[in-house]
């Protein structure tokens, strides 16, 4: 599968971005997908992950309340909806899809995704 990110951009503090990520290929699979970003000189974190049914979601802490993850399977896309942002969620941006293993599926570990977009740049200015 191939996935494209977009939606990035510029925004001040306190501002709302839409990140949107398009899958391609194969598409058929129950396939977990993942948000996560990665700050210049920092690790690639974690930011929200989402289930092919969208049964269950799960956020990194420092952003629950504030970001939405969603995702229309017909479509094959998944939303990441991001508010009220602030200056520290300043980072490159990766869309990742999951193959459950067994029916299990760990959202936040970056090893158990297969697939990975290209990024999208969010910079938020104070």
């Known amino acids: 599968v191939q996935l494209q990110a977009s939606g990035g951009g510029s925004v001040q503090a306190g501002g709302s971005l839409r990140l949107s990520c398009a899958a391609s290929?194969?598409?058929?699979?129950?396939?977990?997908m993942g948000w996560f970003r990665q700050a210049p000189g920092k690790e690639r974190e974690f930011v929200a992950g989402?289930?092919?049914?969208?049964?269950?979601?799960a956020y990194r802490d420092s952003v629950k309340g504030r970001f939405t993850i969603s995702r229309d399977n017909a479509k094959n896309t998944v939303y990441l909806q991001m508010n009220s942002l602030k200056p520290e969620d300043t980072a490159v941006y990766y869309c990742?899809?999951?193959?459950?293993?067994?029916?299990?599926?760990?959202?936040?570990?970056?090893?158990?995704?297969?697939?990975w977009g290209q990024g999208t740049q969010v910079t938020v200015s104070s």
């Open positions: 990742a899809a999951q193959v459950p293993v067994g029916g299990t599926y760990v959202f936040s570990r970056t090893n158990r995704y297969g697939y």
């Open positions: 290929g194969r598409t058929s699979s129950n396939y977990v």
């Open positions: 989402i289930t092919w049914s969208s049964d269950s979601t």
